[in-house]
């Protein structure tokens, strides 16, 4: 159990590298100030990056809860229960709406071919930003933009069309009709033999999911907060 109530608990916290410990920081994250924070972590690179991410993360979500849709950012477990879905020795064009800090993006870098292309399409301005400051890959583009704009974006990278397609965008808080063009755009979008995953916490997206796409399966990832549905998504 974590219980960190004072300044000596938190850096301890932050050193434990569990996605409960983890849980626990961000409570507390966002009541400390950003001195408390960096003298308890300074000097110590790794976690001070993690905490950068998720204060920068948790801070975004008091700002924008709906477009978050999250606190926390995907736990590992549920990041490598999506990306075992997919062939990545065949992609060679793969795009994710809506990265985050980049927990998603640095995962798929790891598993994508030398000559593959990954171009991630993120709303927030700050998170934009930290992307392009904090991951370094030539593979990787970063797009600030909508998810809407995957076909103008694909035109204007002068790619093909996507293999794979990776969203984490709360489709359940948009309105009707941006989910729709969102979904119709990434279909038409995608390889004929490519996918769609979708990772939400809730089922609303489904019926929506089942009018774009020609099959769509679901799964279920436990050990995330909170536990988030995934549906696989092919013409
Ligand atoms: C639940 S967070 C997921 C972050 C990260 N991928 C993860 O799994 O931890 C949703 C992300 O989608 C972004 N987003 C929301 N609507 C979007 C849109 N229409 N196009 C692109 N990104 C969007 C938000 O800014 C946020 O970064």
Redesign the pocket.
Known sequence: MCRKNDERNFAAAIRCRTGRARACYIGKAVRLDMETIQKAVVSRSPAFRSARQIILFARNFLK?PT????VI??SPFLVNQLLSRFDWARASVVVE?????G??TCEILKRMRPDAVLVA????PD?VRFLREEIDDPRLRVVEG???DIRETLTRLQLPMADYVIS???FSTLPDQSRSD?LRESREMLRSDGAMLVYQFRRTVLPHLKRHFGRVQEDFAVLNILPARIFHCTL
Do not use: K
């Not at 709406?97 to 800090?101: A, D, E, L, Q, R």
């Open positions: 924008y477009m978050l849709g999250s950012p995907s709406y809506g990265p985050g800090i927990n998603i399409i993120e709303l927030n998170f909508s998810a809407l984490g965008i709360p969102i």
